[in-house]
């Protein structure tokens, strides 16, 4: 089970987005056995044939499976890519018996990165395992470009469908490794990231991360995820400790409002260094956040002008540029 209470929040909050991908599961099991059930009958089908040719010369003196394997080469060919068929399914099955933990990993002597892309990997092997049997069935299938899919599947393979069905997963990670910049590649399809962040870290290590497609929040508990449940895009989360900075980046506002609200900007003030982020790293981090909340107000408020057909207000264009474009230092 989830070490951190707020990972077992997160879960139980993402259960939607879990539940369709367990859902895609099943449905590719079914499906694997199926075209099982049908590879065997068909080979079963060839061999009693074969008996009923050979007769009861056959019956006493040969064994019917060997004599076909002798002058016919598809029941071996029809054997192996059965063996692999089988392989997928068992592949899909371990993948449904991991249930929650499938969704959920942690940092641990790894970064950041490199632990989502194992875990992203370790899900990849269901899409894998999907390429490969409608490779067999396409008769496509080659050894040496399809067998690695069913080790490992890491989410540079993936294809844009895989990445629109990619399921929730949850880091849990302690704050000093919080490097967030490293997961912008992770960020495309519907991939949901949340990071459960365990003791001290910089303010807003998720600043970094917004851009006009990409849902992003930072807050304190797992409240921050319930927008995400009809949200179609790419999204990451971190629940971090108190004091850090609280919004939510949510691509959708448009017209509604500003695109990034946040409830809480920490003070500018000198911190201690966490992990390898130096205090002009934090403080920076904390600029960053006030001007993209500043430049997310004035263009809601500009929106809103244009959709009212109304011109701006020339002192609020000016208020807006003189905001973007302070010095905010020493500002609280």
């Known amino acids: 089970m989830p070490s951190d209470d707020r990972s077992h929040a997160a879960l139980k909050a993402l259960a939607r987005r879990r539940r369709a991908f367990e859902e895609a599961l099943a449905a590719t099991a079914d499906e694997i056995r199926h075209h099982l059930a049908e590879g065997q009958t068909t080979a079963q089908d060839r061999l009693n044939r074969l008996t009923t040719e050979l007769g009861e010369f056959g019956a006493t003196y040969l064994d019917p499976a060997r004599f076909a394997a002798l002058f016919d080469h598809e029941p071996s060919v029809a054997a192996a890519a059965l063996e692999t068929v089988e392989t997928a399914l068992a592949t899909i099955n371990e993948l449904r018996g991991r249930e929650a933990h499938l969704f959920l990993t942690g940092v641990d002597g790894q970064s950041l990165y490199d632990a989502t892309d194992h875990a992203l990997a370790r899900i990849g092997r269901a899409f894998g395992a999907a390429r490969v049997v409608n490779a067999i069935r396409a008769g496509r299938y080659r050894l040496s470009e399809h067998a690695r899919s069913l080790g490992s599947f890491p989410f540079a393979r993936w294809n844009r469908a895989e990445r629109h069905l990619a399921p929730p997963l949850v880091v849990e ?18 991939v949901t990231l949340v990071l459960v962040v365990r003791g001290p870290c910089s303010p807003a290590p998720l600043a970094r991360l917004i851009s006009p497609a990409v849902y992003v929040a930072q807050h304190y508990d797992a409240t921050a995820l319930e927008r995400l449940a009809d949200f179609a895009g790419p999204a990451i989360v971190a629940l971090v400790p108190e004091g850090c900075a609280a919004f939510v980046h949510d691509p959708r506002a448009g017209d509604a409002g500003p695109a990034l609200t946040a409830d809480f900007v920490p003070p500018e003030e000198r911190r201690a260094a966490v992990g390898g982020l130096s205090p002009a790293q934090q403080l920076d981090e904390i600029r960053l956040l006030k001007r993209l909340a500043q430049a997310s107000v004035a263009q809601a408020s500009t929106a809103v002008d244009i959709a009212q057909d109304r011109p701006p207000d020339p002192a609020d264009k000016l208020a807006a540029w003189l905001l973007n474009q302070a010095d905010l230092e020493g500002l609280g």
């Open 173 to 190: 990670v302690d704050g000093r490794d919080v490097r967030a910049g490293a997961l912008v590649e992770f960020l495309d399809g519907h």
